[in-house]
């Protein structure tokens, strides 16, 4: 299994090691953390980008968020960061694939910013609304055909997009994020969606990985000018940070 011998090499602020992080972290996977400055990326990693995860074990450096879930899986096959259903694993993969290339308007036009809040005239144009509304809709499908197959198999439904937390669930963390910061409209969104969403927002483990992006973000070195209020000059649209003890209401 996978040992304290591995580390993983994050930037917290940006939505693609946040993924890696929830995983090792829900999971509680033995490992160590270099946290380095968005400027110095290319100057460790092999590749030029984050994530990465060392491993001395197999000597080697895995990159993209995806390929290191899929070996925290393999390396722990004792925890269930896939589904065990064969079938539920089949669309949790599915899932966490769409959000890993798809998406690619909202992704591109809402940058990851764990603390911000834009209110306001926030422009949601055509191509981004069908984005959204496309997430929301597939958290509903998987959430019901979940809880379909949980029934059949008389197991217990925890809430996350597959019953138990897993790497699909991890992949739309960030995304959450967006929804939050930009004030995303959800008007669109089933109950079992809202639902969905309520279980990642109160779960004790994403409520600590929420209370470190406070905490890092208290240096200033963290800080990326280029993601923060990134409509300045904007009249119409005004920009603050939520408060730490913000929480999530299904209405």
């Excluded at 994050?10 to 946290?35: C, D, K, N």
């Excluded at 209370?211 to 603050?240: C, F, M, N, S, V």
Aim: net charge negative.
């Amino acid at each position: 299994p996978l040992s304290a011998e591995c580390r993983a090499s994050l930037i917290i602020i940006l939505g693609w090691t946040s993924r890696v992080e929830a995983v090792l972290e829900y999971f509680q996977i033995p490992h160590s953390s270099q946290f380095i400055k968005l400027s110095d990326v290319k100057t460790v990693s092999p590749t030029g980008f984050v994530p990465f995860l060392q491993c001395r074990s197999i000597g080697s450096t895995i990159g993209d968020s995806l390929a290191i879930c899929e070996f925290l899986a393999e390396s722990h096959p004792e925890l269930p960061l896939w589904p065990r259903d064969r079938q539920l694993r089949a669309l949790a993969r599915s899932a966490a694939a769409q959000m890993h290339s798809g998406f690619s308007t909202l992704r591109n036009l809402y940058s990851t910013n764990f603390l911000a809040r834009y209110t306001g005239n926030v422009p949601i144009p055509e191509a981004a609304l069908k984005d959204i509304n496309r997430m929301l809709a597939l958290w509903d499908e998987v959430r019901k055909a979940s809880k379909e197959r949980l029934a059949v198999l008389g197991e217990a439904d925890e809430g996350f997009l597959f019953g138990g937390f897993s790497i699909a669930d991890a992949f739309f963390w960030p995304v959450l994020w967006r929804f939050r910061t930009y004030g995303l409209p959800l008007t669109s969104a089933s109950q079992d969606a809202l639902a969905w969403m309520a279980t990642m927002w109160n779960d004790p483990a994403f409520r600590s990985l929420s209370e470190k992006y406070y905490l890092q973000a208290k240096d200033p070195e963290t800080r990326i000018e280029h993601y923060d209020d990134i409509y300045r000059g904007k009249g119409d649209i005004h920009y603050d940070h939520f408060p730490e003890d913000w929480t999530f209401h299904v209405a």
